[in-house]
């Protein structure tokens, strides 16, 4: 199912597909400007800890306003997202060498029936450490976090990255996804999350963003607040 966003402006079609269901839209080094002005023709797996109200700086209100382009793009560069972005390299090829694979980046990745299902992927491995027989297809989440939050992850990663990760995992069509985190600069951490553990986290996930993206956003409805009435005095 193909759609546009509420600007007018074409969803992206994709390109040649990458994943089992997903395919190419944008290139990992495309220029930012035209990566955000993509992003808005659909819901990406970064918007996705907003959407189900688990970010501490974002509502799903913020989504909405983003995609009709009611919001300026989000040029805000804390210290956090830049070393993040120049720890992500090191830390995806440190994971290949631990599990005796190879990665690459890839880009913005839109499901090939809803073109408005989309994500990021940080890196992809077309041969994954867990069944290197079949040459099974997966992917690599990357992140970097504060010592203060090392609790969150003692038995895998916190919910608002599980959320990231499972909405990638319902665009690309994989059955899982390896998620690395660097605590406090020294505390390497790595997981697996599997779709078959999820079921109805999937679900539940995928109905909240059709629900935000088919009633809200594209009929441009901003969703009320909770327990804010419709009528005041």
């Given at each position: 199912?193909?759609?546009?966003?509420?600007?007018?402006a074409p969803?992206?079609?994709g390109?040649?597909?990458?994943?089992?269901?997903?395919?190419?839209?944008?290139?990992?080094?495309?220029?930012?400007?035209?990566?955000?002005d993509?992003?808005?023709?659909?819901?990406?797996?970064?918007?996705?800890?907003a959407?189900?109200?688990?970010?501490?700086?974002?509502?799903p209100l913020?989504?909405?306003?983003?995609?009709?382009?009611?919001?300026?793009?989000?040029?805000?560069?804390?210290?956090?997202?830049?070393?993040g972005?120049?720890l992500?390299?090191?830390?995806?090829?440190?994971?290949?060498?631990?599990?005796r694979?190879?990665?690459?980046?890839?880009?913005?990745i839109?499901?090939?029936?809803?073109?408005?299902?989309?994500?990021?992927l940080?890196?992809?491995?077309?041969?994954?450490?867990?069944?290197?027989?079949?040459?099974?297809l997966?992917?690599?989440?990357?992140?970097?976090?504060?010592?203060?939050?090392?609790?969150?992850?003692r038995?895998?990663?916190?919910?608002?990255?599980?959320?990231?990760?499972?909405?990638?995992?319902?665009?690309?069509?994989?059955?899982?996804?390896?998620?690395?985190?660097?605590?406090g600069?020294?505390?390497?951490?790595?997981?697996?999350?599997?779709?078959?553990?999820?079921?109805?986290?999937v679900?539940?996930?995928?109905?909240?963003?059709?629900?935000?993206?088919?009633?809200?956003?594209v009929?441009?409805?901003?969703?009320r607040?909770?327990g804010?009435?419709r009528?005041?005095?």
């Amino acid at each position: 199912m193909s759609t546009t966003t509420t600007a007018g402006a074409p969803a992206p079609a994709g390109g040649r597909r990458v994943t089992p269901t997903g395919r190419l839209v944008l290139h990992h080094d495309t220029p930012r400007e035209a990566w955000l002005d993509a992003r808005r023709a659909g819901i990406g797996s970064s918007d996705l800890p907003a959407v189900m109200q688990l970010s501490g700086f974002k509502t799903p209100l913020h989504v909405y306003y983003d995609k009709r382009g009611q919001l300026p793009h989000d040029d805000s560069w804390s210290e956090a997202a830049h070393f993040g972005t120049i720890l992500e390299e090191p830390l995806a090829r440190d994971w290949a060498r631990r599990n005796r694979t190879v990665v690459a980046p890839v880009g913005l990745i839109a499901n090939q029936d809803d073109s408005w299902q989309m994500c990021t992927l940080d890196r992809l491995c077309t041969e994954c450490p867990l069944d290197r027989s079949q040459r099974a297809l997966c992917a690599v989440e990357v992140k970097t976090r504060n010592a203060f939050v090392a609790q969150l992850w003692r038995e895998g990663p916190p919910d608002d990255v599980l959320a990231q990760v499972l909405w990638q995992i319902l665009v690309t069509g994989l059955d899982h996804i390896h998620v690395v985190c660097l605590i406090g600069g020294q505390d390497y951490r790595q997981y697996t999350v599997r779709r078959e553990e999820h079921i109805r986290l999937v679900a539940y996930i995928n109905a909240e963003a059709n629900r935000l993206w088919w009633e809200h956003i594209v009929p441009g409805r901003p969703r009320r607040p909770p327990g804010r009435s419709r009528r005041t005095r």
